[in-house]
């Protein structure tokens, strides 16, 4: 290794947290799908920052919006206004179907709020309505709120106790759900793709069951739509990909919101956002005029994108299947658009490492799940690239 990439990872040994596995590359800059490293190496860049870098990297537009804005107004907090906050909920209202949003600077915090809001929701009804039904397998982040609905044990078990009155229900499973509910329920929250549970997309009728029992018991539907949501699945929305829609009635949204600059949001319709009282709820960074003005520019894009996005999706998924065709290990491909998985015999990790040495960035969750979520500038080129890489790997497995 180099001898600056062997510093930079000697100090970060030293000095940083060790939370983290790296992948021992340092990447120093990144074009359009590709990565580089302090090495000159390249990469083609199949998981963008884990959903973040949506627009690739160094996007021209983003570039000169971000470098003006810079100079103009970066920050200003929330005591005053700013121009793009009000555009920007506009916006993610008309693309939503809900109402109202409010700023944050990552997922977790999006759900926090979520979280605080169906409290809040339950208890203007009943001091006793504050239960909230999650999915096993669901990752809702890191703060101790979101790992208290986060239905995997080795996300929560060295910080129990956690937030009382959750119940976790298997996804998919109408009897369990069901049996879950009662008039205590505050809300359910559901991703309707899940992301770190392996790309497991909710069925129709499990969803629309959530709304059901939700409306029957005066609950709130929360979609988790961090990883899953703007624009990632083909449609600005996972919820909105079956017919009819499952409305729900807080939306969290975050990763490729800001295609890189923090920011996360919280949508709500009238009777959810009306929970939260002036005073109630409140945040620094969030909503700067930089973070906003940088999202209305990516939510611009991704309306030019979106047919592309199911295009190239839609292409990535036959190849995968494909693949699938050949090779006996593969379960399963599942997910929608640019958000796919492939689901593996044995656990993804060495394919990782192999495709990093091939140039080729892939990332594996849920220990068997080939996560594959390219930025929505993809070409059909680029997945002709990755699904070679990919096939002469899968040959080599024995
Ligand atoms: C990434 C993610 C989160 C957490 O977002 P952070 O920005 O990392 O706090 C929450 N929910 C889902 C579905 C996610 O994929």
Known sequence: MDASAQTTIDLEREYVFQNYARYPIVITRGKGCHLYDVEGRKYLDFVSGIGVNAMGHAHPRLVKLIREQSATLIHNSNLYYNQYQGPLAKRLAEISGLQRSFFTNSGTEAMEGALKIARAWGNAISPEKFEIIALENSFHGRT??????TGQAKYRADFEPLLPGVRFVPANDIAALEAAFSDRT?????????????????????????????????????????????????????????????????????????????????????????????????????????????????????????????RVGGYFHVELNELARKHSFVKEVRGFGLMLGVDLAFPGKQLVLDAMAEGLLINCTHETVLRFLPPYIVTEKDVDQAIKIIGKLFSKVK
């Open 144 to 149: 101790l709120g979101a790992l208290s609905i």
């Open 186 to 310: 505050a809300a359910i929250v559901l991703e309707m793709i899940q992301g770190e549970g392996g790309i497991f997309p909710m069925t129709h009728e499990f969803a629309a069951k959530a709304r059901e029992l939700a409306d029957r018991h005066q609950a709130l539907l929360i979609a988790d739509e961090i990883q899953c949501g703007v624009g990632r699945p083909g449609v600005y929305f996972a919820y909105q990909r079956t017919v009819p829609v499952i409305m729900p009635d807080v939306v969290a949204v975050a990763k490729p919101l800001a295609a890189g600059i923090p920011m996360g949001a919280i949508i709500a319709n009238e009777k959810a956002a009306a929970a939260i009282k002036p005073g109630m709820h409140g945040t620094t960074f969030g909503g700067g005029a930089l973070a906003c003005r940088v999202a209305l520019e990516v939510l611009d894009i991704i309306a030019e994108l979106l047919p592309a996005i199911q």
